[in-house]
């Protein structure tokens, strides 16, 4: 089921507020908020998941240490990248009154329904980063 403009919208920034917030509790919150996670997976296995550390991975990057972020989860990197291209390109289309990122989103979502192969790599890139991640028990 493709989302509608307006939706996808909502959804960018219902998810980039919430991954502000959630950097800002940890980077404002100190020392007593280090060690929350919402991983449900880890949580429940013991075993992270592709994404535990991302936050890690931010906050490293805030503080201007590019190779522990990379290390820690190269995933938060493409998290940074998304929090900040995200909501620029949402103001864009609002200032400019025009739809490009729904355009977009509808594109990419067209081109992975019609090229089934393309979740070959993803997936992959996916398995590797958890492999990473088990690797250096996260």
Request: aromatic fraction near 10%; charge should be positive; hydrophobic fraction near 50%.
């Amino acid at each position: 089921m493709a989302l509608s403009n307006r939706s996808v919208y909502g959804l960018i920034v219902f998810l980039t507020g919430a991954g502000y917030a959630w950097l800002g509790y940890h980077l404002f919150g100190g020392d007593d908020h280090a060690h929350v996670t919402l991983c449900v997976f880890k949580h429940m296995t013991g075993v992270p998941c592709p994404s535990c550390g991302i936050t890690r991975s931010l906050l490293s990057l805030l503080h201007g240490n590019i190779q522990e972020a990379l290390w820690i989860n190269p995933l938060g990197l493409v998290a940074a990248i998304l929090l900040i291209v995200l909501p620029a390109w949402a103001l864009y289309d609002g200032v400019q009154r025009k739809r490009t990122l729904p355009g977009a989103y509808h594109w990419a979502e067209l081109q992975l329904q019609q090229q089934k192969l393309l979740y070959i790599p993803l997936i992959a890139l996916v398995l590797v980063n958890w492999g990473w991640n088990i690797l250096k028990d996260l």
